[in-house]
Structure formats: C-alpha cells, structure tokens
C-alpha cells in the first residue's frame, strides 16, 4: 500500500544549528513533493514545492532535496531559530491526483 | 497570502444539534478540501470538490455532508453533532491549474459537548 513516513518523534535541536528533516514513500511515483509548516491550532503553511526532475531547492535559509531512486526528500533549516520551531509536513503528488499529506515531525529549536 | 476563510473559528455546542461550518475563498480556486485533525495527529481528507456541484468523500468516513454551489463557499454540515464529533477542521483550496498547493484557512475548533 502507498505509504509516507516523516519522523513521528520530535526533533531537538540549538539555535544557529541545521535542522534536517526527512520524509520517506514507498509505492507513489510522484511528480513533485511539497513542504508544509503547521502551527498549533493552525492550518498548514506552503513552504516549497521540488519536482521529479529537480534534485535541490533552496528558498532563504530553506533547502529542499529529492530522491527519486531512495524515495526520499529531506528538508534542511539553516541557521535555525526558536521562531522556526512547529510541525512540518511533507506532501506529494502526480499530474492531476490530489495532494497527500505524511503524519508530520515537530521541531523544537532551543534559545 | 492565501485568501481563505472560516468560521466560526471556535464552536461549543450539544449533542443533538445541526451545525454548518462555512469556508469561503477569493482566490477562484476550482478545488476544495475539508481536512479533520485532532490535536498532534496527522491531517485526514474528509471530502473535496473539483467545482461547483462536485463532491466527493474523503479517505475517512464521516458523517458530515458537504455542498458547492458556489465557486467560492465550501460549506460543512452536521446534522446531528455528537462527543466523536470534537475535532479541528480545516478548509482548504488549490488552484487546479498548479500543482494541487493547498491554501489552508485558520480551521474551526469544534467542541460537541
């Protein structure tokens, strides 16, 4: 069965440091892969989107990456502060399916 | 930003009683969702629309039905709320020509007492 697997255990990490978050699917073929941000009692924030055919993606301190043959991307926070702490999600689709979401992994950044 | 609403934003109400959440949105977005997450749980599709008189049921069963008869309002309704029923739901919209990226709205805390 189609499956997305993100870290259900926080991650912990200093202020200054790099953060890496990881997202893993098996059974999809997906186009393209995206990142959500989620604040408590929000809704989900757009953050970045990497297609099949991109390897990397960078936005300000943020970088995506994407693996077609591990089935994997990780999502990189440079420089990471307190205010980036919240939970992230990775999505994925192909052409015209709608977006499915993984369970999310929460970062917590420490002053 | 995305321009998408809902409301209300917090509701507290009995068991027994029909309620509407509604969502509306500027953007003239062909897609719509309706997501329930519980606090610190992942996100679950409970129904979408393509466009105006399209609905489908999500990947979890629910109880609540939805309509679109309008482009721009994706309202939810319960017609009898129960305790099972307390959740946070989230509105969402893409635009269909993209890549399905979902503009979410502030999402509705209902209470069912």
Known sequence: ?111 | EADIYQTPRYLVIGTGKKITLECSQTMGHDKMYWYQQDPGMELHLIHYSYGVNSTEKGDLSSESTVSRIRTEHFPLTLESARPSHTSQYLCASSDQRETDTQYFGPGTRLTVL
């Open chain 1, 1 to 111: 069965s189609q499956k997305i697997e993100q870290n259900s255990e926080a991650l912990n990490i200093q202020e200054g440091k790099t953060a890496t978050l990881t997202c893993n699917y098996t059974n999809y073929s997906p186009a393209y892969l995206q990142w959500y941000r989620q604040d408590p009692g929000r809704g989900p924030v757009f953050l970045l989107l990497i297609r099949e055919n991109e390897k990397e993606k960078r936005k300000e301190r943020l970088k995506v990456t994407f693996d077609t043959t591990l089935k994997q991307s990780l999502f990189h926070i440079t420089a990471s502060q307190p205010a980036d702490s919240a939970t992230y999600l990775c999505a994925l689709a192909r052409g015209f399916q709608k977006l499915v979401f993984g369970t999310g992994t929460r970062l917590l950044v420490s002053p």
